[in-house]
Every structure is written in structure tokens, then in C-alpha cells.
Nanobody
Framework: QVQLVESGGGLVQAGGSLRLSCAAS????????MAWFRQAPGKEREFVAR????????YYADSVKGRFTISRDNAKNTVYLQMNSLKPEDTAVYYC????????????WGQGTRVTVSS
């Protein structure tokens, strides 16, 4: 099992920045990818960004390209999401996920951290 704990959410004005963190613990040696998803009020959960260990490939949703950056610190088993130029439509609960080699890419989910962007 892998446990994920997100942090860094909060209230920010439009145009501002936040950095989310996701710390993994447990069977982290089996992980091969981590990602961020978000769910805005009244909307379905959507993909935000992913990073893969083996080749360090990174993927972003079109809505965040050029504004958000996903990165990882191997020593800390932590993935970050740097969010710049935030917009009110970025308001959501942000979830961190992790996947194992040979398994589903989003096997494990964190509890989420809330981001609110005021206009």
C-alpha cells in the first residue's frame, strides 16, 4: 500500500501562485507514476498533470499547459505541482494519485487539498 498526503492548498487571488505537495509513504519502491487530478464544484474530476518515473515523461491537460509545472523529489518521495497565473476556473479540490508498475496508473489517491482562486 501507498499512502499519499497532499498539502499547499489555500485561497489566492487570480494571477497568483501556489505550490501543492504530495508526500508518498509505504511501498513507494513499487511506484512508477504520480499525477494530479482536480474536481471543481459541480463538475467531474479531471486530469491535470502526470509524471512517469522510467523516462521522466510529463503530461499536462491543455487547460493548464504553460501555467502549471509538475516535478518530483526522489529523496523525499514527493511530487509537486507549481501553479502560476491562477484563474478562478482553477478553483477545485486537487488530488494526488500514484500507480504501481504493472498496475493501474491511479491505484492510490490522496484525500485532496482545496484551492480557491478569487477574481
Amino acid at each position: 500500500q501507498v499512502q499519499l498526503v497532499e498539502s499547499g492548498g489555500g485561497l489566492v487571488q487570480a494571477g497568483g501562485s501556489l505550490r501543492l505537495s504530495c508526500a508518498a509513504s509505504g511501498r513507494t519502491f513499487s511506484m512508477n507514476t504520480m499525477a494530479w487530478f482536480r474536481q471543481a464544484p459541480g463538475k467531474e474530476r479531471e486530469f491535470v498533470a502526470r509524471i512517469k518515473w522510467a523516462d521522466n515523461l510529463i503530461y499536462y491537460a491543455d487547460s493548464v499547459k504553460g501555467r502549471f509545472t509538475i516535478s518530483r523529489d526522489n529523496a523525499k518521495n514527493t511530487v509537486y505541482l507549481q501553479m502560476n497565473s491562477l484563474k478562478p476556473e482553477d478553483t477545485a479540490v486537487y488530488y494526488c494519485t500514484a500507480g504501481d508498475r504493472g498496475g493501474d496508473a491511479n491505484t492510490y489517491w490522496g484525500q485532496g487539498t482545496r484551492v480557491t482562486v478569487s477574481s
